[in-house]
């Protein structure tokens, strides 16, 4: 069985940091794509950033207009962990974020068929 578990959320300061992290069991995600959603109270889950890589080689990334520049995703293909470096925090930040994969590599959250349970992000001001 598939997971994906999330950490590394918490309270910090506007123009502050944190680093997230998806540990994942289950099955190899090697030419999977692993992606990172959020979502606040009262909005609709968005995607952040989304990375696939084979062979312990990072193929490509993709980020969020909103996070490019702030935000930084990799991963650790032997350890099977991705994570999120988020830097410049703002409280537009706040949210619910959520760990996922999926065949594509792609920013529509249809296309990812595990997720976790999400780690609570949020930015005071």
């Known amino acids: 069985q598939v997971q994906l578990v999330e950490s590394g959320g918490g309270l910090v300061q506007a123009g502050g940091s944190l680093r997230l992290s998806c540990a994942a069991s289950?099955?190899?995600?090697?030419?999977?794509?692993m992606g990172w959603f959020r979502q606040a109270p009262g909005k609709e889950r968005e995607f952040v950033a989304s990375?696939?890589?084979?062979?312990?080689?990072?193929?490509?990334?993709l980020y969020a207009d909103s996070v490019k520049g702030r935000f930084t995703m990799s991963g650790d293909n032997a350890k099977n962990t991705v994570y999120l470096q988020m830097n410049n925090l703002s409280p537009e930040d706040t949210a619910v974020y959520y760990c996922?994969?999926?065949?594509?590599?792609?920013?529509?959250?249809?296309?990812?068929?595990?997720w976790g349970q999400g780690t609570q992000v949020t930015v005071s001001s």
């Open positions: 289950g099955r190899t995600f090697s030419s999977r794509a």
């Open positions: 990375i696939v890589w084979s062979g312990g080689t990072t193929l490509y990334t």
């Open positions: 996922a994969t999926g065949l594509l590599f792609t920013r529509e959250a249809r296309n990812y068929d595990y």
